[in-house]
């Protein structure tokens, strides 16, 4: 592995489009670097404020080796790109983080079969590759259960609550009869995410750990610091690293678990890049999760992460103009709450269209904030239909 940093001036490639690249390319940008961006949309979010679009399939390898061609590395936007795309980058530049990380977490069973036999703790699952297997599984593990698809699923995406047995086929039909994982149902007290870096040398930081609300499925709030006491959150820091050493990361990754009643720690998912509740680094942090996934794979020293404030972040989705437009001068009444849009074309029910952040004296205090702030935009624009 090359430790030669790669400086400004230098021009990152980007695998992906969306929000998270965009929020990527500011950082990148800011700090003097171009970025190109692939993917098979044009006028994407990333490429919006890219120096150059490449619109390609992910399958068209000659489009690929000519893109990996014109960067000194290539990173990730989201994790669902195919393995042979980032192999053909692999061969013709830096890939960071590798395509092993990539192929182990994009799949929701080789992501938990790496974790239970690495040791690290999980909620009760098992491997599902019919309608008979699933209905002996349910057996195994009890229920509820939730059944998923095992490959290329996120926010809720792929997946089912099975409540009986007796609904086995259903589920199976429900999710296109393939490769899937069933979980048990566990009764937990909270959600909770750890957003850190590694680098080339193995230098990790972390944000702390975050506390997370979810709305069907779909990440809603998430608080930074998260309410849980220092042992715990010692913990998942500790779980955090071992999985990033493990997985030799180089880059941004977020583990993120669900806390039992009894104080137990379980990890749910990973994720090989900047996640959705490390959004709020953007404002609260010395250094995003964005700038620090650009120093990593440019094999550049990792920067502080300190808390400015606390904070708390607020998704925005489509489902938000469905009167129109929302008010955005009602959330810019709230002077301690950032406004994020991320340039989609379309909203549409819950497609992630944005955030707030908000900065308080708590993180209590600054998740009461971004909420008003979100209905006030939503009450505006039920009052104006």
């Keep these: 592995m090359s430790l030669e940093p790669i400086l400004p001036g230098s021009t990152i490639g980007v695998l992906g489009s969306g929000q998270l690249g965009r ?51 290539v990173t990730f936007e989201f994790e669902n790109v195919p393995a042979d795309t980032a192999s053909v980058c692999a061969e013709h530049t830096l890939v960071r983080p590798n395509g092993t990380v990539l192929h182990i977490t994009q799949h929701r069973l080789r992501e938990k079969q790496f974790l239970m036999r690495s040791g690290f703790p999980l909620v009760p699952f098992r491997k599902v590759s019919s309608s008979a297997e699933l209905e002996t599984a349910l057996k195994e593990i009890g229920v509820p259960a939730i059944l998923k698809t095992a490959g290329f699923g996120y926010d809720g995406k792929g997946q089912v609550r099975v409540d009986a047995v007796e609904d086995a086929a259903a589920a199976w039909a429900s999710i296109g009869e393939q490769e899937a994982v069933l979980e048990k149902r566990v ?155 991320y340039g989609k074309l379309q909203p549409r029910p819950g497609r992630k269209m944005g955030h707030l952040t908000a900065l308080a004296s708590t993180s209590a205090a600054a998740k009461g904030t971004v909420l008003a702030a979100r209905k006030a935009m939503l009450r505006r624009v039920e009052e104006q239909g």
């Design 23 to 73: 929020m990527f390319t500011i950082a990148a940008r800011r700090m003097g670097y171009r970025v190109h961006t692939f993917s098979p949309e044009t006028d994407t979010p990333t490429g919006q404020v890219a120096d150059q679009e490449v619109t390609a399939s992910y399958e068209d390898l000659d489009a690929v080796k000519k893109f990996a061609e014109g960067v000194q590395v």
């Design 187 to 341: 009764d937990f007290q909270k959600e909770l995410s750890v957003v850190a870096a590694r680098s080339v040398r193995g230098e990790f930081v972390h944000y702390g750990v975050l506390e997370n609300a979810h709305h069907n499925s779909i990440l809603d709030v998430t608080m930074a610091p998260a309410n849980v006491k220092s042992n715990i959150a010692q913990k998942a820091v500790d779980l955090a690293r071992q999985v990033m050493d493990e997985l030799d990361v180089v880059g941004v990754l977020c583990v993120e678990f669900f806390l039992s009643w009894d104080g137990q720690l379980r990890i749910n998912e990973l994720a090989p890049r900047p996640h959705n509740s490390g959004h709020f680094t953007f404002d609260a942090s010395v250094t995003s999760q964005f700038e620090q996934q650009l120093r990593a794979v440019c094999g550049l020293p990792l920067g502080a992460t300190d808390l400015l404030r606390p904070a708390a972040m607020a998704n925005l989705l489509g489902d938000m103009w469905d009167n129109g437009e929302p008010d955005w001068a009602a959330a810019a009444m709230f002077p301690n709450v950032k406004i994020h849009v």
